[in-house]
């Protein structure tokens, strides 16, 4: 058996394909979950506690967090960052908070996993009143 060596276009040819693979999942990874940790840290200004309804939850996306309100007055957050590849979630629908990346699906008052491929459960924010607004992430 001989052994040739791989002609230059098969070489660039590999070489652009692995390129092409890359650049997937850059955009998969790194562009659909945004820069930054998957959890504030620093205080997040997040306006009117009333714009997360009672029972309710409210995803704010740009800030990768969800909060919740289970009674009046009383809040969590989660954040919106899917443990599974770091996409940001993309909806609450019918009591679930959805990623769209991947399918995974969480609880979005307790971030329990409800459905993979998910693991692990969305991490714990802080999140309190200041001066009449939600804060959530770390006091400054």
């Keep these: 058996m001989s052994c040739q060596p791989a002609s230059r276009r098969t070489v660039l040819r590999g070489a652009a394909l692995a390129g092409v693979a890359g650049l ?15 959890t504030p840290t620093a205080p997040v200004d997040l306006g009117a506690p009333d714009a997360v309804p009672v029972g309710g939850t409210k995803l704010y996306r740009e800030d990768r967090l969800l909060v919740a309100q289970p009674a009046k007055g009383q809040f969590t957050a989660r954040s ?16 679930e908070a959805k ?36 804060v959530a992430g770390p006091k400054a």
């Design 24 to 38: 997937g999942v850059a955009a998969c990874s790194a562009g659909a979950g945004g820069p930054g940790p998957a």
């Design 80 to 95: 919106a960052v899917c443990t599974h590849s770091g996409c940001t979630l993309s909806k609450i629908e019918d009591g």
């Design 99 to 134: 990623c769209p990346c991947h399918g995974s699906r969480f609880d979005p008052v307790t971030g329990k996993v409800l459905d993979g491929p998910a693991g692990a459960p969305l991490p714990a924010v802080p999140v309190r009143l200041e001066g009449g607004k939600l």
